[in-house]
């Protein structure tokens, strides 16, 4: 099995674009998905299979995969985005593991 | 669309069985993996196991030991167990529908229940 690594913040303005980054400690890495989850709510996904997003997720979420790291970029970043974003992937034998969540916080 | 609600006693006293139920509404059990995920409070989400509606099930190794999922395809119906508990397995207890990429094993997970939390306390 492996870890799924993102840093625990980021703080942007509005208008601005957020990235958030998610890296695997081994090979290979399967899809990755990203999900959305603010106070009090469940998560809910942005971007699935890498860079595949969802219908009614708004077209500033996009999501990108190089090597062993995948990326959350949200583009225009707006108020309501602040919320923590998890990555998630599996292993090889289906067993699930999440990053440990990354807080978007919008100035 | 699908939707799912998860239900069970909201305190547990320790090295007792925590048991919740999830009840899937507007679609059919049969033919999906569902799963059981759960947050500590604010803690991040960790990944419980999975259950296909025939009863096959995969567990997160680490809990493994305490863990067993059942499906009861007439109510719509799937549940958890989790024997032995403590203070640690203090958290909100989701369910949800697990989607497949490939062809072995459920990858990502849509749409999720609200949540449930559990407190283990005496």
């Known amino acids: 099995s492996y870890e799924l690594t993102q840093s625990p913040s980021v703080s942007v303005s509005p208008g601005q674009t957020a990235r958030i980054t998610c890296s695997a400690d081994?090979?290979?890495?399967?899809?990755a998905y990203w999900y959305q989850q603010k106070p009090g709510q469940a998560p809910v996904v942005v971007i699935y299979?890498?860079?595949e997003r969802p219908s009614g997720i708004p077209e500033r979420f996009s999501g990108s995969s190089s090597g062993t790291t995948v990326t959350l970029t949200i583009s225009g970043v707006q108020a309501e985005d602040e919320a923590d974003y998890y990555c998630?992937?599996?292993?090889?034998?289906?067993?699930?593991?999440f990053g440990g969540g990354t807080k978007l916080t919008v100035l | 669309q699908v939707q799912l609600q998860e239900s069970g006693p909201g305190l547990v006293k320790p090295s007792e069985t925590l048991s919740l139920t999830c009840t899937v509404s507007?679609?059919?059990?049969?033919?999906?993996?569902w799963s059981w995920i759960r947050q500590p409070p604010g803690k991040g989400l960790e990944w419980i196991g999975y259950?296909?509606?025939?009863?096959?099930?995969n567990y997160n190794p680490s809990l493994k030991s305490r863990v067993t999922m059942s499906v009861d395809t007439s109510k719509n119906q799937f549940s958890l167990k989790l024997n032995s508990v403590t203070a640690a397995d203090t958290a909100v207890y989701f369910c949800?529908?697990?989607?497949?990429?490939?062809?072995?094993?459920?990858?990502?997970?849509?749409?999720w229940g609200q949540g449930t939390l559990v407190t283990v306390s005496s």
């Open positions: 949800a529908r697990a989607l497949m990429v490939g062809d072995l094993f459920p990858d990502w997970f849509d749409p």
């Open positions: 507007g679609d059919s059990i049969r033919s999906y993996y």
């Open positions: 299979k890498d860079s």
């Open positions: 259950i296909y509606s025939s009863g096959n099930t």
């Open positions: 998630q992937s599996a292993d090889s034998s289906g067993i699930v593991l």
């Open positions: 081994a090979l290979p890495k399967q899809y």
